[in-house]
Nanobody, 126 residues
Framework: VQLQASGGGLVQAGDSLRLSCAVS????????VGWFRQAPGKEREFVSA????????AYADSVKGRFTISRDNAKNTVFLLMNVLQSEDTAVYYC????????????????????WGQGTQVTVSS
């Protein structure tokens, strides 16, 4: 499974960005997908995850109400819409794939994900 994250950039506090994670190489609909982020000097942390169908999602408390994860199985892509960005959101954002599975499980632990994209930088200036 190959993942390609894109959509990062430099924005001001309060702005929005939409990240995309394009997945190829296997049946996309058999993989849960998660977004994680890593700031300089910090460990990679969970941001959001979505199950196979898109009907079940999870968010870190720090982004709940501001970020929305979704997926388009016809386009093999997962999106992360980030609103009201804050300087604390500055990090490299990675998408990971968990599977293949046939359940609604969407893990929040980075150790569960066996496939990763290269990351996209998000910088929020205050």
């Amino acid at each position: 499974v190959q993942l390609q994250a894109s959509g990062g950039g430099l924005v001001q506090a309060g702005d929005s960005l939409r990240l995309s994670c394009a997945v190829s190489g296997r049946t996309f609909s058999n993989y849960a997908v998660g977004w994680f982020r890593q700031a300089p000097g910090k460990e990679r942390e969970f941001v959001s995850a979505i199950n196979l169908s898109g009907g079940s999602t999870a968010y870190a408390d720090s982004v709940k109400g501001r970020f929305t994860i979704s997926r388009d199985n016809a386009k093999n892509t997962v999106f992360l819409l980030m609103n009201v960005l804050q300087s604390e959101d500055t990090a490299v954002y990675y998408c990971g794939a968990f599977g293949p599975i046939h359940s609604d499980y969407r893990p929040s632990s980075r150790w569960s994900y066996g496939f990763w994209g290269q990351g996209t930088q998000v910088t929020v200036s205050s």
